[in-house]
């Protein structure tokens, strides 16, 4: 599997399984915001996922 052109959008694919998602994100400052909303999401018992976007520069 090819993971460019286009990138999978690994959050709608989560949402179609039943759970919580967002992303992706692209901004480090919404980070934080979505990771809250996601362990109040698995505190109440639905799988949460977060998907980022990263950047190698090495």
């Known amino acids: ?13 989560a949402r179609g399984c039943g759970w919580y998602a967002e992303g992706p994100i692209e901004d480090p400052a919404d980070i934080g915001p979505a990771l809250e909303r996601a362990i109040a999401k698995v505190k109440s018992g639905v799988p949460a996922l977060i998907d980022t976007i990263t950047q190698f520069t090495g």
């Open 1 to 13: 599997m090819d993971l460019f052109d286009p990138a999978p959008d690994f959050a709608t694919l």
